[in-house]
């Protein structure tokens, strides 16, 4: 999505096809939102890596009779425990974020964590993605 040229060689090839939606990420593991989200929490912790326009990406394939699937990875996340190992997976020796598979994990018992995550999908909600 965040490149003007790739976004029109994707609706061009949608045009051309049976293909009649995007998956785009919002959310990577590596913990960066993909958009200006509004959500503070994510913006003070510094996940906030605007790639691309989300309102200006969703008009366009609204306009072209395109589906949207916005992909975000939850519990998975490079940021989130670093900024606050207070809401990680974390190791009971002392207390710092565990790296399994690959990578960080928020607790996924936290509801905190689940606060923030529920914002970010009713933000995407509001702003008209068609499924998430």
Do not use: H
Request: glycine share 6%; proline share 3%.
């Amino acid at each position: 999505m965040a490149s003007d040229q790739k976004r029109e060689d994707i609706y061009r090839l949608i045009e051309e096809t049976e293909l009649n939606a995007i998956v785009f990420n919002v959310k990577e593991d590596s913990g960066y939102i993909n958009y200006n989200t509004s959500i503070e929490f994510f913006n003070e912790i510094g996940s906030v890596k605007p790639l691309y326009d989300i309102d200006q990406v969703l008009a366009e394939m609204d306009e072209r009779g395109i589906y949207s699937i916005a992909r975000i990875v939850l519990f998975k996340d490079g940021i989130l425990p670093k900024a606050r190992p207070d809401l990680a997976i974390q190791n009971i020796n002392n207390g710092s974020p565990i790296y399994l598979d690959g990578g960080y994990w928020a607790d996924i018992y936290s509801r905190e964590v689940w606060k923030y995550y529920t914002e970010l999908v009713m933000e995407l909600v509001k702003k008209g993605v068609d499924e998430i």
